[in-house]
């Protein structure tokens, strides 16, 4: 299982895209940084992965999450999640 770290806006970049041509069954995916504009785009809501969003960087955006499809996460489960996982891929 690999953690798909997301950090750049869907809106602007298409690393969602390839992230998701890349990730298989299982793998998880964290927006980060402008990558929590994600919340507010179908593609990631209905992709089937597991999505998470850190709460840090969806507060300094204003954002809210309205969707069940994500799970707002801290850096505490951040790490935890990282340890869980085989490895982190980075896409920026």
């Given at each position: 299982m690999i953690l798909h770290l997301i950090q750049k806006s869907p809106f602007e970049s298409d690393?969602?895209?390839?992230?998701?041509n890349a990730a298989i069954d299982g793998d998880k995916v964290l927006l980060m940084q402008d990558g929590v504009y994600g919340i507010q785009h179908n593609d990631i809501l209905n992709s089937g992965f597991d999505i998470?969003?850190?709460?840090?960087?969806?507060?300094?955006r204003g954002l809210n999450i309205s969707s069940s499809n994500i799970t707002?996460?801290?850096?505490?489960?951040?790490?935890?999640?990282?340890?869980?996982?085989?490895?982190?891929?980075?896409?920026y």
């Amino acid at each position: 299982m690999i953690l798909h770290l997301i950090q750049k806006s869907p809106f602007e970049s298409d690393v969602f895209t390839q992230c998701t041509n890349a990730a298989i069954d299982g793998d998880k995916v964290l927006l980060m940084q402008d990558g929590v504009y994600g919340i507010q785009h179908n593609d990631i809501l209905n992709s089937g992965f597991d999505i998470y969003a850190l709460t840090d960087d969806i507060q300094a955006r204003g954002l809210n999450i309205s969707s069940s499809n994500i799970t707002p996460i801290n850096y505490e489960e951040f790490v935890s999640l990282c340890s869980k996982t085989n490895s982190c891929i980075s896409w920026y």
